[in-house]
Antibody, heavy 121, light 108 residues
Framework: EVQLVESGGGLIQPGGSLRLSCAAS????????MGWVRQAPGKGLEWVSV???????YHADSVKGRFTISRDNSKNTVYLQMNSLRAEDTAVYYC???????????????WGQGTLVTVSS | DIQMTQSPLSLSASVGDRVTITCRAS??????LNWYQQKPGKAPKVLIY???SLQSGVPSRFSGSGSGTDFTLTITSLQPEDFATYYC??????????FGQGTKVEIK
């Protein structure tokens, strides 16, 4: 079965660090674009980080310098290292596979269940 | 970054109604436009990709159209399970492949 399972969320104090994990099954993360999208409570979807075009990474301006996406192909897992966390980073974090479309676009075709990160003292 | 603007941001409709949601890009994105449905407490799922292609398993009452900067998601004959929030997302060029603000479809 093709699926993504996230883990690692929780309650963390401002300034703290967390590492989110996203374990894939049914496909290889090494052969796919993989990304993290977050959703603050009651808000819309926001790109956080993505691996694309090989090992090129993108990080949103709001997390640049604080968050890092990485992957361990031997474990078929993608990670999001989050440092210097702020209250505004509170959100559900989703891992997603970014699949190519017939016309050359990209769509998030497989999503994990999400993991909640709460940054609060 | 390319900005995506959806309208309306919310709407009320009845079962059986035809519903139309629009999405406008701040520049031409050709047909690199996807639509997602999200229900409360759940991850989004892709409904339409490449502006008009129906994702496998998605009911045919969902359809998408448009190219360039203006796009539409249409639900013919709204069903109870269609009450959700819908997002458009562009995938033109390189990241960030931005999302629209979302449109919440509620029961009238």
């Amino acid at each position: 079965e093709v699926q993504l399972v996230e883990s690692g969320g929780g309650l963390i104090q401002p300034g703290g660090s967390l590492r989110l994990s996203c374990a894939a099954s049914g496909f290889l993360v090494s052969n796919n674009y993989m990304g993290w999208v977050r959703q603050a409570p009651g808000k819309g979807l926001e790109w956080v980080s993505v691996f694309y075009s090989g090992d090129i990474t993108y990080h949103a301006d709001s997390v640049k310098g604080r968050f890092t996406i990485s992957r361990d192909n031997s474990k078929n897992t993608v990670y999001l290292q989050m440092n210097s966390l702020r209250a505004e980073d509170t959100a559900v974090y989703y891992c997603a596979r970014v699949g190519g479309t017939y016309r050359g676009g990209w769509a998030l075709d497989i999503w994990g269940q999400g993991t909640l990160v709460t940054v609060s003292s | 970054d390319i900005q995506m603007t959806q309208s309306p941001l919310s709407l009320s409709a009845s079962v059986g109604d035809r519903v139309t949601i629009t999405c406008r890009a701040s520049q031409s994105i050709n047909s690199y436009l996807n639509w997602y449905q999200q229900k409360p407490g759940k991850a989004p799922k892709v409904l339409i990709y490449d502006a008009s292609s129906l994702q496998s398993g998605v009911p045919s009452r969902f359809s998408g159209s448009g190219s360039g900067t203006d796009f539409t998601l249409t639900i013919t004959s709204l069903q109870p399970e269609d009450f959700a929030t819908y997002y458009c997302q562009q995938s033109y060029s390189t990241p960030p492949w931005t999302f629209g603000q979302g449109t919440k479809v509620e029961i009238k």
